[in-house]
């Protein structure tokens, strides 16, 4: 395998909800939107990289003043965001030329016929 760019394994993402929330509500919900980041990805949010989460809201459903409404949004986000990341890597195919084989190459697998 050709060596490791550094610098060279930035992720974005993007959560969306359609709950209601503020600017600030937004960038806590990307916040910890990142703790799905680091669970899928080894080294995660390293110096080198710029791994970025943007969260966006539609407003269409009203959030309940309870503060555990938004700590499960949270959850529901890091946790969204980590099967997504697992998903995207068990259903790469590469690309025309890729110097690097996928995943499923690697391991000689099939992602479960369940997923779409």
């Known amino acids: 395998m050709p060596p490791t760019k550094l610098g060279g394994a930035t992720t974005i993402a993007i959560i969306a909800t359609d ?35 943007f969260a966006v809201s539609t407003g269409a459903k009203p959030l309940s003043d309870d503060p555990r409404a938004m700590l499960s949004l949270g959850h529901a986000a890091a946790t969204c965001l980590a099967r997504a990341i697992a998903r995207g890597v068990y259903l790469a195919t590469p690309a025309y030329h890729d110097p690097l084989p996928t995943w499923t190459m690697l391991h000689n697998a099939q992602a479960p016929s369940s997923w779409p």
């Not at 990805?41 to 989460?53: A, E, F, I, K, R």
């Open 19 to 53: 709950a209601a929330l503020t600017q600030a509500q937004c960038t806590r919900l990307a916040t910890a939107a990142h703790d799905g980041m680091a669970r899928a990805l080894v080294p995660s949010h390293t110096p080198m990289d710029g791994d970025l989460v």
